[in-house]
């Protein structure tokens, strides 16, 4: 098994509108198509950081993780998740694709 950990720095004045178009629309069809082991958006609390400063961008406003067999399966899978007409109507609604500043996805295996 791999995890696939993806990290969205969504804009913060936008989180209200984000997290109810997120439980609201998107992840009824997240949890259908995809192993979601969960999905975070932060609290309005402060981070703990320590070591090297953060950019500007903070930490991630959004966390969510996709449990996969093994990277081809995800490659192949993740092209027919989101290229299609319903997600992209489901994109459609989002509160604003500007409010993306950045996104990341890493992959792990667990220990």
Do not use: C
Not at 63 to 83: L, P
Not at 101 to 111: D, N, P, S, V
Request: net charge negative; no cysteine; glycine share 6%.
């Amino acid at each position: 098994m791999i995890y696939e950990i993806r990290n969205y720095h969504y804009e913060p004045s936008a989180m209200a509108a984000y997290r109810t178009w997120a439980t609201d629309i998107a992840l009824p069809y997240l949890r259908e198509h995809l192993d979601l082991v969960g999905f975070w958006v932060n609290l309005d609390e402060p981070p703990q950081v320590n070591g090297q400063p953060q950019d500007d961008l903070g930490t991630a406003t959004v966390t969510w993780i996709i449990r996969w067999d093994d990277i081809e399966t995800r490659h192949s899978v993740m092209g027919r998740v989101f290229d299609n007409d319903e997600w992209r109507g489901i994109m459609g609604r989002n509160p604003g694709l500007e409010n993306y500043h950045r996104t990341e996805a890493k992959f792990a295996e667990q220990l």
